[in-house]
């Protein structure tokens, strides 16, 4: 089993800054580990993904350009970020930390466990 926690989510004016966080524990190794989002009425949709050594990663691409996955591996420290610049009202959604063994052939994770979400607001 893993737990995923997320964090950092909250209100921001378009064109600004969020940083969200995912906390890993349990079996935490899995080969990769991603975000993806729902906004209301919608379905949930990918953003980024990153593979376990931290050097490969994946975007959906409306957020290339203005979105950074990395993780933090050191210290038994296992972290997920997501660092989202030049924020827009379009990505306003609860965002969810997901960890998956599987990568899709379209570079999307398959998704083994979820975190429970974190509420982007983005205003105009």
């Known amino acids: 089993q893993v737990q995923l926690v997320e964090s950092g989510g909250g209100l921001v004016q378009a064109g600004g800054s969020l940083r969200l966080s995912c906390a890993a524990s349990g079996r935490t190794f899995s080969n990769y580990y991603g975000w993806f989002r729902q906004a209301p009425g919608k379905e949930r949709e990918f953003v980024a993904a990153?593979?376990?050594?931290?050097?490969?990663?994946?975007?959906e691409d409306s957020v290339k350009g203005r979105f950074s996955i990395s993780r933090d591996n050191a210290n038994a420290k296992n972290t997920v970020y997501l660092q989202m610049n030049s924020l827009k009202p379009d990505d306003t959604a609860v965002y969810y930390c997901?960890?998956?063994?599987?990568?899709?052939?379209?570079?999307?994770?398959?998704?083994?466990?979820w975190g429970l979400g974190t509420q982007v607001t983005v205003s105009s």
């Open positions: 997901a960890a998956a063994q599987i990568l899709e052939p379209s570079g999307r994770p398959r998704p083994d466990y």
């Open positions: 990153i593979s376990w050594s931290g050097i490969n990663t994946f975007y």
